[in-house]
């Protein structure tokens, strides 16, 4: 099966799944120092989890996997697609 082929720059995608909008945008502010969206999308049926979009201008896939890795190894964020 092959991969899709991306072309870099591209705006790109993270969904973001936490417990706290603020922690989530401090992780944000400390850790991409360029400009970016985030949107509010989601609360769980419970009303524990918040699911959240974030998106930027990335440059390679080296990029894109660094932001991938800095948020999955944030125990302040629950998990990232």
């Known amino acids: 099966m092959e991969q ?3 072309n870099y720059p591209c705006i790109w995608e993270y969904r973001i799944i936490t ?3 603020d922690e989530v945008e401090k992780i944000i502010f400390e850790n991409i120092h360029k400009p970016y969206k985030l949107e509010f999308k989601n609360t769980s049926a419970g009303g524990k989890y918040l699911s959240m979009h974030f998106s930027l201008e990335v440059n390679d896939k080296q990029e894109r996997d660094e932001i991938f890795q800095k948020f999955s190894l944030n125990p302040k964020i629950k ?3």
């Open 4 to 6: 899709a082929e991306i």
């Open 79 to 81: 998990m990232v697609i």
């Open 19 to 21: 417990e706290s909008k």
